[in-house]
């Protein structure tokens, strides 16, 4: 699977960004699609998951009710609305597959399972 990332940029504290992840190669729905941050200095972090079929999503407790996971298989691309950004938030934002019979609901990927990943897009958002 090919992962092709993109949407980063810089913003204020407050504001929305939309980052896409478009995939090929391979069959879109067999794949649970996550997302990653790593902030400078620190290690690579999980941001939140979603199921093939797109009917569950697991999230990371620092950014519920912020960032919201969506994907359209008809179009091999997975979405993250991120909202309400803060300093913290700053990152490079990763996108990545798991075959789809390891999602969880509830687990907090480390980035190990994920077999597949996109080159990073760049989110940075200022005070």
């Known amino acids: 699977v090919q992962l092709q990332a993109s949407g980063g940029g810089s913003v204020q504290a407050g504001g929305s960004l939309r980052l896409s992840c478009a995939a090929s190669?391979?069959?879109?729905?067999?794949?649970?699609m996550g997302w990653f941050r790593q902030a400078p200095g620190k290690e690579r972090e999980f941001v939140g998951l979603?199921?093939?079929?797109?009917?569950?999503?697991n999230s990371a407790d620092s950014v519920k009710g912020r960032f919201t996971i969506s994907r359209d298989n008809a179009a091999n691309t997975v979405y993250l609305q991120m909202n309400s950004l803060i300093p913290e938030d700053t990152a490079v934002y990763y996108c990545?597959?798991?075959?789809?019979?390891?999602?969880?609901?509830?687990?907090?990927?480390?980035?190990?399972?994920?077999?597949?990943w996109g080159q990073g897009t760049l989110v940075t958002v200022s005070s």
């Open positions: 190669g391979a069959t879109f729905s067999n794949y649970a």
């Open positions: 990545a597959a798991l075959d789809y019979y390891l999602y969880s609901s509830t687990y907090s990927y480390t980035g190990d399972e994920f077999d597949y």
């Open positions: 979603i199921s093939s079929s797109g009917g569950s999503t």
